[in-house]
């Protein structure tokens, strides 16, 4: 039994491993496996009671529903296939920015009249006409399927469960069309399939989910605390540069200008007496703030990178504590 008070689940192998791994090293956090890559127990350092549980990325949504883990990184496809009624069990904290897929309706290219859900409910009926069978449906994501497929009023088909290589199951007859997960659609074009245009079920990515099940205790809620708190800051250094002037002029006016004009943020406030000011910029404004700034009488400009931005307000923890006093 582990004596942690925050149990963090992340995958045990492969790419998402190795993403799971920067993103908390982006937010100054160092995932270790206690001893080495065989052991399925780690920690993470920088955040104090925390327990690093090495699963795979389907284990981690199902410990989650169960409250075993109170956060995992796992994908969000796994998540809606596998947890019943999720937005009430799970809180998609963040999207993480890699492990994108999409789980799509998929159709060989040989069925030249069917490009929407429309279409394929009329083949369906009309194939249970004439064949005395329903279409057959490939897939690992049955509970997906199913609610896609009613959505669209679609009930003359069969699920035929995939455990293997499932865009291979039109060609092998085992299968007329499938639903699977894709990234660049080049292994459905490989087997002669093609994504149907509204057949797109799930743009899905790797996200930081939080149990709502789990036992939050007030050590869990404070180390969740510390944890989000370095994401929100890495989240926020990444998507701006520090720019730094001094000129006499510039005063409370210009600063309100570089805001409004700029998207900028002045994180202490007006200029000192000697007018020196720091302001926060987006990438994209940059040269237009350094122009405007030189305008106005600054004879240096300079910007660096920002490693964190750590500010009052925790906007992920905030979403995770709404939703745990909602329930």
């Known amino acids: 039994m582990s004596t942690a008070a925050l149990i963090v689940a992340v995958p045990s192998k492969g790419r998402l491993q190795e993403n799971a791994t920067a993103f908390f090293a982006r937010a100054g956090m160092t995932l270790a496996q206690s001893r080495g890559a065989r052991d399925y127990r780690g920690t993470l350092s920088g955040v104090a009671d925390v327990e690093v549980a090495f699963l795979s990325a389907s284990e981690i949504a199902t410990q989650l529903a169960s409250g075993h883990v109170h956060l995992g990184v ?3 496809d796994l998540v809606r296939e596998s947890i019943p009624d999720a937005d009430a069990r799970v809180l998609l904290v963040e999207g993480l920015g890699f492990g994108y897929a999409n789980v799509v309706v998929a159709v060989p290219q040989a069925w030249i009249d069917v490009r929407t859900m429309r279409d394929l409910d009329d083949v369906a009926t009309h194939f249970h006409a004439s064949r005395g069978r329903r279409v057959r449906v490939a897939t690992k994501y049955l509970n997906l399927t199913q609610r896609f497929f009613a959505g669209h009023g679609i009930t003359d088909y069969r699920i035929v469960e995939s455990l293997g290589a499932t865009e291979g199951t039109p060609a092998a007859g085992t299968a007329e069309l499938i639903v699977d997960i894709t990234t660049t659609g080049s292994t459905l074009a490989a087997n002669a399939l093609k994504v149907v245009d509204d057949g797109i079920i799930l743009r899905s990515e790797a996200n930081l989910v939080a149990s709502l099940s789990a036992d939050w205790s007030p050590a869990a809620r404070a180390a969740a605390r510390a944890l989000l708190d370095r994401v929100t800051a890495a989240k926020r250094a990444a998507t701006m540069r520090e ?3 001094r000129f006499a ?3 409370a006016d210009v600063v309100a200008q570089a805001v409004s004009r700029f998207r900028a943020v002045a994180p202490f406030g007006a200029p000192t007496s000697s007018g020196m ?3 926060h910029c987006p990438p994209d404004t940059l040269h237009g ?4 700034l030189r305008e106005q009488g600054a004879s240096t400009v300079s910007v660096g990178p920002l490693d964190y931005v750590f ?6 923890y905030e979403r995770l504590e709404t939703k745990l006093a909602a329930g």
Do not use: H, S
């Open 74 to 76: 796992t994908g969000e």
């Open 243 to 245: 720019v730094k002037t």
């Open 249 to 251: 002029a510039c005063d």
């Open 277 to 279: 000011v720091t302001l």
């Open 289 to 292: 703030l350094a122009v405007f």
């Open 311 to 316: 500010a009052a307000e925790n906007p992920l």
